[in-house]
């Protein structure tokens, strides 16, 4: 299988798993082995062998600190017959390799020309290869290396580094081709092949196999629980991540500070603050070096469980701190809403990269501060950053927060002109904004285009067709959503339910309603019910919709009461909407909104005294109405405006355009059922008026 993989170097990420090769495990004993000291991977260079301090060609390549000046001693070497010689043909390959200053290309051409190199100068290009920008040049070494006429035999150092690169690059089919060799040369019960077999399986997402090569093995040091404790950590499985770190203590072996990162990460997943104070506790009892790494997990962990004056400490004695220390203090502050301390805190970094951008982006675009967010993207691109994939779902987001089309289609230009990769949660996000954004049609072509979708957009595009009215359409998704093997969340059925409302469609309104618990076991939350009270009292159901509120297994809120309210005002039931009101007042009783329209009812229904009343109480406890807020965008900006705004610098000729559009509306109703010619001629006329008044304004 591996020669075929080999030769034709597809790099598959998913293949089909053969676990077979696990049965060479199976005989073997369990037992752990302290840290090795005696023996350890080739290092670049051994400069105490007496050779090297000797000769004057390996002192000076010692100090060589260019290519031109490598040529040179390479060139001496060469002149003097000694590049036949093992030893310094390995030490000039070593440090082309490995050194500061190595050189890769000239690493393997020199290589490539040696008449029979030895296992080590083979192993130092792979693990230089390895280690360098270009990893997968690693699998082209060794391919080299299986060809070379047999001469040469892979040792136990060659393939930790391969190892190492199949689990960088996701290469999962290969991978498990040269786990094929590994065992077949007999290295499986080397420490460090593994070791390298456990992390290049954790990091292809095999954990029940690399759990089942650490259970079976007969070797495994505190690498190997490092590996497999940070792999479940890796994919969210933070119960199992602590519990082989109890297990680790059951046989005695002590943890270093990579261990204390799994276990502080797995409590930042579960949200456990206790036990990331405990595990913080014993990192401080054992003297155990709060390296960088460590303090931004605990960092991290005290931020996701709500601490943030514990991460705050953590971070103020920090003598070195770094981008992710930072962005993790950020993170902390905007998720909590203090969004002037973040940005403080993220104004003082000394250096960012995108992660900081997009976390304050983020911060900001879940705030609701939408405008804000998409100024700091501005910022972003100003500076010189190039923006990911995360930072456009953000800014998608933003757009869709306030209805900013143009800025959304000017992203979406900008993934497709940088060739953007569409993954699920961005494809996600353009149908989101699209259909928040008044564009249904748009929404429907990305979502058709997308390659692949999840549950949450199938949700994203029925809830934008519910939001358009398109109810049947919405519900044919849903549909189809289920065909296909998705199972709807809270989210969707809220879309569905919605799509029923705007439609009208009652009866449907109650089978998935009834289907939300029945067939997919998930409880209606407030949104739910707020959704099914407003689909029975706008078709007349006023009873049904009042009894749906009494039997609610949790207590209705504002929403709820309000869409009562509202459709008891509009059927003319005055008894239920006075309750309804009198509900919503004991919940809310600042907001305005509440207070007048209860007075309007009573005055729809000639009861003057009691409209006094509400207004008169309104007054005492001091609510005064909010004025009303509107916003339109131009050119990729959102202006808002609110009842006698004056503060746009064009506030006069918005106004005037506003004049010239009530004379239009009075002089159409005016010229109704008057001659045709008669219409056309006015309307004509005060069309062209409002055009030039609107030109004027957006110039």
Not at 4 to 9: E, P
Not at 178 to 188: E, W, Y
Not at 574 to 585: N, T
Not at 634 to 657: A, L, M, W
Request: hydrophobic fraction near 40%.
């Amino acid at each position: 299988m591996l020669s075929s993989i080999l030769r034709s170097l597809q790099f598959v990420s998913t293949p089909p798993l053969n676990p077979s090769f696990l049965s060479s495990y199976s005989s073997l004993h369990r037992r752990s082995l302290p840290p090795l000291k005696g023996k350890k991977p080739p290092t670049n260079l051994n400069k105490n062998h007496a050779l090297f301090l000797n000769n004057p060609f390996l002192s000076i390549l010692q100090n060589c600190k260019s290519l031109p000046q490598l040529k040179q001693i390479q060139t001496q070497i060469t002149t003097k017959g000694l590049m036949s010689d093992w030893f310094f043909s390995s030490r000039l390959i070593a440090f082309c390799a490995l050194s500061e200053h190595k050189n890769l290309d000239h690493c393997i051409k020199i290589l490539y020309n040696l008449q029979n190199p030895n296992v080590f100068s083979w192993n130092v290009t792979i693990r230089g290869c390895a280690e360098s920008e270009n990893p997968n040049e690693a699998i082209f070494v060794y391919k080299q290396m299986l060809r070379n006429n047999g001469c040469i035999r892979p040792d136990n150092y060659t393939y930790p580094s391969l190892l190492k690169v199949c689990s960088f690059l996701m290469l999962k089919y290969l991978g498990f081709g040269i786990l094929g060799h590994v065992f077949k040369l007999g290295f499986d019960a080397d420490i460090y092949v593994h070791n390298g077999v456990i992390h290049f399986l954790v990091s292809s997402g095999e954990l029940e196999l690399a759990s089942k090569v650490f259970d079976d093995s007969c070797v495994r040091d505190l690498v190997s629980w490092n590996s497999l404790i940070n792999g479940y950590v890796r994919s969210g499985r933070a119960k199992e991540a602590i519990g082989v770190y109890r297990k680790m203590q059951e046989e005695g072996v002590e943890p270093d500070e990579v261990t204390m990162i799994g276990v502080v990460s797995s409590c930042a997943q579960l949200e456990d603050l206790k036990l990331g104070r405990d595990f913080h506790n014993f990192i401080e009892e054992r003297g155990l070096n709060l390296t960088i790494p460590l303090a931004n997990a605990l960092m991290d962990m005290y931020v996701k469980c709500g601490n943030l004056d514990s991460a705050q400490r953590i971070f103020d004695s920090m003598e070195k701190k770094t981008v992710v220390s930072y962005t993790t203090m950020v993170v902390g502050y905007a998720r909590l809403g203090l969004l002037d301390a973040a940005r403080k805190l993220f104004d003082e970094m000394p250096e960012k990269d995108v992660v900081p951008w997009n976390t304050i982006i983020g911060g900001y675009v879940q705030a609701k501060c939408s405008k804000e967010a998409l100024v700091l993207f501005h910022e972003m691109q100003a500076g010189g950053i190039k923006p990911d994939e995360v930072t456009m779902v953000y800014c998608l987001s933003a757009c869709s927060q306030i209805g900013a089309l143009d800025v959304g289609i000017w992203i979406h230009h900008y993934i497709e002109k940088h060739k953007l990769y569409l993954n699920v949660a961005l494809g996600t996000a353009l149908v989101d904004m699209y259909a928040k954004c008044g564009n249904i049609t748009k929404a429907l072509q990305v979502f058709n285009e997308m390659p692949s979708r999840n549950s949450l957009t199938w949700t994203s595009i029925i809830g934008g067709l519910a939001l358009h009215g398109n109810a049947h359409d919405a519900l044919s998704y849903f549909s189809e959503m289920i065909e296909v093997g998705l199972t709807p969340d809270e989210v969707t059925f809220l879309g569905v339910l919605s799509a029923c409302c705007h439609g009208g469609l009652v009866e449907e309104g109650r089978k998935y309603f009834t289907q939300m618990t029945s067939k997919f076991g998930l409880s209606p939350q407030l949104k739910h019910y707020s959704c099914m009270v407003d689909l029975l009292g706008r078709a007349g159901l006023l009873d049904e919709a009042g009894q749906l509120v009494q039997s609610m297994a949790i207590e209705p809120d504002a929403v709820v009461w309000g869409a009562l309210f509202f459709a008891c005002r509009m059927y003319g039931n005055f008894l239920m909407g006075e309750r309804a009101a009198l509900k919503l007042l004991e919940l809310d009783p600042h907001d305005s909104g509440i207070y007048v329209l209860l007075a309007n009812m009573y005055g729809d229904a000639n009861m003057w005294e009691e409209a006094g009343k509400v207004r008169k109480m309104m007054k005492e406890r001091g609510v005064e109405k909010i004025p009303g807020c509107s916003s339109i965008e131009v050119n990729g900006t959102v202006y808002e405006f609110i009842v006698r705004d004056k503060s746009h610098p064009k506030s006069e000729q918005i106004y005037d355009c506003l004049i010239q559009l009530s004379r239009q509306s009075e002089i159409s109703e005016f010229t109704y059922g008057l001659p045709k010619y008669y219409n056309d001629f006015n309307l004509g006329l005060e069309v062209e008026t409002q055009q030039s008044s609107s030109m004027d304004i957006i110039q």
